[in-house]
């Protein structure tokens, strides 16, 4: 899969941009704040339905515009398939395929992006919400119909903690909330799908984790993923971070040996919500549930979040992306997904540097973004463009190499293709 056209309108500092790529390796050069993270932040869109730089779509709208329109040709083969989003500061989002409205989060079905970036560290350094955050935004990509079952848990989620404020507020307990339990059985039976799944993409994950962090590395330090379940019988479920792991007792899926049975994971997210009750209506929060999960990463036996040095939590944090990248490549029907490395060579030593480029270099598509183009390896320098200030130019032209895209608002509007 590549992206043949990107078309902006409005989206961070590009008023209108149009732009060509080609498959292989696609350099944008810059300084920092000319926009280079902006294009590569629009194709990721497609895939992860969000920025990996913000939590919220409102900064990725041009100051003074009420929303921005992302347009990406992507192509498998003969196959094209034209993708448009309307990102709006406020309010739901809009999203075409081949001009033809459909639910944005119908949109992951057709782009499958990786996208390594400096943020990257924070998912092995940071707090469990970086974690998670990375877990379901691949599984989304595998299967894109989680990305409405993890909408849906949120929003029983919010639901049901505001219950939880309000009783707190007025003094109810708990035998006083009847509604509650209605939010429980909801709550329970997305969790447990989000948590199955989360558990065997775990699992699949480690095989190719441990092979990119021996290519990265250049050693075997045992790299372990394993997720530490709020309702695990050892585990604290007041803190933010727990090293417990996954104790789910000894009952798997038939169909799957490295899941949990469901009927287990019902019934111990049901007790635990029970057991937590009390204190949820003291605190008005929800206690239990995948929102509280962590990923534990592990090297030579040891959490990597305290115990790795900073190499090698570079190292598992790459480790990650690629093994990512392999499983959407192995999974996919649409070829090697979209590769994207944001400003990452830069951050790594020389060694890893050309490892990184040596094991991604093969994928149909690499799009680079670097402040110093000498700081790209040489297998990954090929089609190279200099950005500044929003414009995309030759790296020796004066020129702009793109014209502002007039009309682009009104075709999105009206349900056209370039």
């Known amino acids: ?54 939590s919220s779509d409102a900064p990725m709208v041009r100051d003074g515009a009420e929303h921005a329109i992302v347009r990406a ?8 398939v034209q993708l448009e989003a309307q990102v709006n500061r406020q309010g739901s989002n809009r999203a075409r395929v081949n001009g033809a409205p459909v639910r944005t989060a119908e949109l992951p079905r057709y782009a499958q992006v990786v996208l390594f970036a400096p943020e990257d560290l924070q998912i092995v350094r940071g707090d469990p919400s970086a974690r998670r955050r990375f877990a ?14 993890l909408a849906d848990y949120d ?15 007025r003094g109810l307990k708990g035998e006083a909330l009847s509604t509650l339990d209605v939010w429980d ?44 379940l709020s309702f695990s019988r050892d585990s604290d479920p007041d803190s933010d971070e727990d090293d417990a792991g996954t104790s789910m007792g000894s009952r798997t899926d038939a169909a799957d040996p490295t899941v949990p049975a469901t009927a287990d994971v019902i019934a111990q997210f049901r007790a635990a919500l029970a057991a937590r009750r009390p ?53 996919s029907q649409l070829g090697d997904p979209i590769v994207i490395l944001d ?7 020389s060694g890893r540097r050309g490892r990184l480029a040596e094991l991604t270099s093969g994928f149909e ?25 929003g414009e995309i130019l030759e790296p020796e032209d004066p020129e702009p190499l793109v014209s502002p895209v007039v009309g682009a608002a009104a075709a999105y509007e009206g349900g056209g293709d370039d």
């Open 185 to 228: 059985d909801k709550l329970v039976t997305l969790g447990t799908e989000i948590i199955r799944a989360r558990i065997a993409l775990a699992a699949d994950l480690t095989p190719p984790v441990a092979a990119a962090y021996r290519a990265i590395a250049g050693e075997d330090h045992r790299p372990e993923l394993e997720w530490a």
């Open 136 to 149: 379901d935004q691949l599984l989304v990509q595998r299967a894109p119909r989680m990305a409405g079952v």
């Open 73 to 80: 040709r992507l192509a498998h083969g003969e196959r094209r």
């Open 279 to 331: 204190a949820e209506l003291d605190r008005g929060v929800t206690l239990v549930g995948p929102h509280r999960d962590d990923l534990v990463l592990r090297v030579r036996g040891l959490p990597v979040k305290g115990y790795a040095s900073h190499g090698e939590s570079w190292s598992v944090a790459l480790s990650l992306r690629l093994a990512s990248a392999e499983l959407l490549r192995a999974d």
């Open 1 to 54: 899969m590549i992206v043949e056209h990107l078309s902006l309108v409005d989206f961070r500092n590009y008023a209108a941009v149009d732009l060509a790529l080609l498959p292989g390796p696609n350099v944008f050069v810059g300084k920092n704040g000319q926009g280079k993270t902006n294009l590569v932040e629009a194709i990721a869109f497609f895939a992860t339905l969000g920025s990996h730089r913000v």
């Open 155 to 169: 929003r029983v989620l919010k639901q049901r903690t505001a219950l939880l404020k309000s009783a707190r507020a």
């Open 365 to 389: 598509q690499v799009i680079v973004t670097a402040a110093v183009g000498a700081d790209v390896p040489g297998a990954l320098r090929a089609h190279t463009l200099r950005v500044e200030a």
């Open 343 to 349: 400003d990452v060579f830069a951050e790594l030593d």
